[in-house]
């Protein structure tokens, strides 16, 4: 299997990941849209918002937000999440669903922009305790280009001298200890979300998670 993936072929992966995360969200409770995630103090309703944001906002337009919120990049994602967020949940669900096929991102970088629907999704699906999860091939994706650089989070950085090889796909990278797990497994923890350690396994799994909590003692995610 080859390690590229032409760019129609990333956004088909990004629209049919949208498109499943829009069915799940369509069963839930307005309750559970107010439920936090795993993405730090933001609720259901509030990561819906910013995925909907980022299919949304073209280079030019995100770098006009950035500056009009002085580099703040906490203003800039709240002002973000003001101006997607609906009235009501079937609102919110109803903006989301208007962009699943589109291929606007703030930058060029399109396995990134694949990286916010995956994460983002997990992070609402399993404190819900949604079963859903992405393709193994968008997964894939996701942590090849995760352990290729350090890009919106220090995805490189965190497997730094560890063997990281999925268990259910052909994603396998670097040398030292072995950190094994599922491929969607591998690419929550490289993108920071601690809890997805729990299903690790391999003797660099205790040193990955080390890497994932700060000195405070808290999660990344």
């Not at 609720?43 to 299919?55: K, Q």
């Not at 990286?115 to 992405?134: F, K, N, W, Y």
Request: charged share 20%; aromatic share 6%; hydrophobic share 40%.
């Amino acid at each position: 299997m080859t390690n590229t993936v032409a760019r129609e072929d990333m956004w088909a992966m990004v629209h049919a990941e949208r498109a499943a995360l829009a069915d799940d969200l369509a069963g839930l409770t307005e309750q559970q849209w107010g439920r936090p995630t795993l993405c730090g103090q933001w609720t259901v309703s509030d990561v819906v918002a910013h995925l909907t944001a980022a299919a949304t906002t073209g280079r030019f337009r995100w770098l006009r937000s950035v500056l009009g919120a002085r580099f703040d990049f906490d203003e800039h994602n709240e002002r973000q999440l003001t101006a997607h967020r609906g009235a009501t949940p079937a609102e919110t669900l109803e903006r989301f669903r208007a962009v699943v096929t589109s291929t606007v991102a703030p930058s060029g970088h399109t396995a990134a922009w694949l990286g916010e629907v995956v994460v983002h999704a997990q992070d609402i699906r399993r404190p819900l305790g949604l079963s859903g999860t992405p393709s193994v091939e968008a997964a894939t994706t996701v942590a090849r280009f995760y352990a290729g650089r350090n890009f919106t989070v220090s995805s490189r950085s965190r497997i730094e001298g560890l063997r990281v090889e999925a268990t259910d796909g052909p994603f396998a990278t670097g040398t030292g200890p072995l950190v094994a797990g599922s491929t969607i497994t591998l690419t929550m923890a490289m993108a920071g979300r601690i809890t997805y350690c729990d299903d690790l396994s391999g003797p660099g799994a205790p040193i990955l998670r080390a890497r994932l909590v700060t000195p405070a003692g808290k999660s990344t995610a």
